[in-house]
Nanobody, 126 residues
Framework: QVQLVQSGGGSVQVGGSLTLSCTAS??????????MGWFRQAPGKGREGLSA????????YYVRSVEGRFTVSRDNDDYTLHLQMNNLNPEDTAMYYC?????????????????WGQGTQVTVSK
């Protein structure tokens, strides 16, 4: 059963923008969603934490490589998360995943998350 459903992504040229969205199923216990995050994985590389939003406080964190270019937001229902990506470059090419969990090991650690989206490909070409 898919509990985090992703949409968006695709191909864009250098400097372009894309938006990813992630909606959490109502089947997920909201108490298990202390934070929602975005990760990416490029071919031959490990999964990298990009950003996370803590659902109670609304605090948002970014990894340095995307800070200032990527923006996380959420809808009023609190459990639809968006990732606006601007000024994309070829190094941003990867499979992108949203995730939800307790974040008890740190938002940037994949083991902190219990639920994962299906992934969506982002490709940036020159």
């Amino acid at each position: 059963q898919v509990q985090l459903v992703q949409s968006g992504g695709g191909s864009v040229q250098v400097g372009g923008s894309l938006t990813l969205s992630c909606t959490a199923s109502k089947a997920i216990n909201r108490g298990n969603m202390m934070c929602m995050g975005w990760f990416r994985q490029a071919p031959g590389k490990g999964r990298e934490g990009l950003s996370a939003l803590y659902t109670d406080s609304g605090n948002i964190y970014y990894v340095r490589s995307v800070e200032g270019r990527f923006t996380v937001s959420r809808d009023n229902d609190d459990y639809t998360l968006h990732l606006q990506m601007n000024n994309l470059n070829p190094e941003d090419t990867a499979m992108y995943y949203c995730a939800a969990g307790h974040c008890n090991r740190g938002w940037e650690v994949s083991e902190s998350y219990d639920y994962w989206g299906q992934g969506t490909q982002v490709t940036v070409s020159k």
